[in-house]
């Protein structure tokens, strides 16, 4: 199994970054894929998630109305567009899945990919 995040950097405040999640070793359309962030100093949060089977996305406060979690199950895929960044978003972002149903007892993380929002 694997989850290999890109397209992390430096971005000044109000830029976007669109960041990718290739997975590979799993059935993707069935898992639950989500985004999590940590900052230095503080835990791994989710910043979204978005469910198997074409169930709506949820975010965190913090993301709603400015980043928009998406998949194509086709390439195996997940996607974080972040728009209008702050500061305050600079993190280590992490991919993750969570499945297979109905026990979604299996969970698999990326390596990460540094988000950094600086003037």
């Known amino acids: 199994v694997q989850l290999v995040e890109s397209g992390g950097g430096l971005v000044q405040p109000g830029g976007s970054l669109r960041l990718s999640c290739a997975a590979s070793g799993f059935t993707f359309r069935t898992y639950i894929m989500s985004w999590y962030q940590q900052a230095p100093g503080k835990e791994r949060e989710l910043v979204a998630q978005i469910p198997n089977f074409g169930a709506n996305a949820e975010y965190a406060d913090s993301a709603k109305d400015r980043f928009t979690i998406s998949r194509d199950d086709a390439k195996s895929t997940v996607y974080l567009q972040m728009n209008s960044l702050k500061s305050e978003d600079t993190a280590v972002y992490y991919c993750?899945?969570?499945?297979?149903?109905?026990?979604?007892?299996?969970?698999?993380w990326g390596q990460g990919t540094q988000v950094t929002v600086s003037s």
């Open positions: 993750h899945a969570m499945g297979p149903p109905p026990s979604y007892e299996l969970e698999y």
